[in-house]
């Protein structure tokens, strides 16, 4: 009986985890609230938010990240290369406070392919 109840304690929280993700990727876009947060001025946030669109648009984009995780990413570079210190957990802290889900910048899984833009506009 202990199993069942592990279990389905185990199930509700996976349910619970997997609803707070699919929230945190609906169409609304709360990047500026995170770049906020981490204390990029708005025109650092702008160079993030185009080199998001960009990479997005991009025929080289093979959607390696969800546009939420991408947007993640997006900030994180450009919040590193404007000397904010921020780590990959630190990144997963603020988005679990801001999205109540988690989301860990992987750029190292897209950004070899567009180094151009990211050179270009952050």
Same mark, same amino acid.
């Given at each position: 009986m202990s199993d069942d /109840?592990?279990?389905?304690?185990?199930?509700?929280? =996976? #349910? $619970? #985890?997997?609803?707070r993700t699919?929230?945190?990727? /609906?169409? +609304?876009d709360r990047g500026l609230e995170l770049a906020t947060e981490l204390g990029l001025s708005i025109e650092q946030y702008a160079s993030a938010k185009?080199?998001? +669109?960009?990479?997005?648009?991009?025929?080289?984009?093979?959607?390696q990240r969800s546009p939420h995780g991408l947007m993640v $990413? =997006? +900030? &994180?570079? =450009? #919040?590193? @290369?404007?000397g904010i210190?921020?780590?990959? @957990?630190?990144?997963?802290?603020?988005?679990? /406070? +801001? &999205?109540n889900v988690g989301t860990q910048p992987i750029p190292s899984l897209w950004k070899i392919h567009f180094k151009d833009l990211i050179e270009d506009l952050i």
């Open positions: /109840k592990n279990k389905s304690t185990y199930s509700q929280e =996976c #349910a $619970d #985890a997997l609803q699919v929230n945190a990727h /609906k169409g +609304i185009l080199l998001h +669109i960009n990479v997005m648009k991009s025929k080289k984009w093979f959607n $990413d =997006c +900030i &994180f570079l =450009c #919040a590193k @290369r404007n210190k921020v780590s990959a @957990r630190k990144m997963s802290s603020i988005t679990f /406070k +801001i &999205f």
